[in-house]
């Protein structure tokens, strides 16, 4: 049995046409796994199912063995806008998760200045979101998403908005924290090239259907020269040929 076991899920929203059309994908636990697609081929979807935010209409999802009815501590959210609350501090949104249930324990503000420490932010725990750039209002954003210590990490277009090098850098921080504490992440991109240097595996979907689920096998741990090498490039192309030939 897989860690995350997407079974020939299918969902519409009443009144529509089906937007995710008999799903499956199997993830196991510790791997990095990307989704890419065109705008509308329902990723968004099929990641807020996988979060269980919604239900599916036909087949299941389950979460180490256990069928997924609504969202708890052991996922974790990434949004494509960093949505932290402005008046909140930087150390106060990423506790947002602990302070819903409960007010934070010692050890609980130490984990997340830890958190803070690893993301290159420790000393802006006291600023507020709008003192910071977009890359580092993302990275107070992942802070909050890894501090209940999720065993999934679901993301959507997290980094669309930030320039390049900026996005480099989260990439190289995401992997890092992830296989620290072997976090479990279903990652949402349009970006080809984000794919292939992030995922263990690339899945392609086109209009509500995965069409491709392959392998990236690259080396690991993944450094940034990578980006620029023969084998890296003949994944992109691959990628890029398997969203063609479903458009055609
Ligand atoms: N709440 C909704 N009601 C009706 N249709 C929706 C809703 N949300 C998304 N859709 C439609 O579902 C399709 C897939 O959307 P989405 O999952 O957001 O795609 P993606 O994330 O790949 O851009 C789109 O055609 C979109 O218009
Ligand atoms: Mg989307």
Redesign the pocket.
Known sequence: MSFLDIDNVSFT?P??PP??RAVDWRIDEGEFHCLV????????????LAAGLLQPDTGRIRLRGRQLLAPGPQLGFVFQSPTLLDWHRVIDNVLLPVSLQHPPTPEEIDQARQLLELLGLADYSGHFPRQLSGGQQSRVALARALVLEPALLLM??PFAALDAITRGELQDDLLQMCSLRRTTVLF?T?DIAEAVYLGDRVAV?DR?RIVENMEVDVGKPRLPALRYGASFNRHCERVRAAMDLATA
Do not use: A, F, I, Q
């Open positions: 929203y009144g529509w937007v995710v697609g065109r705008s509308g081929c329902g990723k968004t979807t099929l990641l807020k959507d277009e949402v349009h979907m509500g």
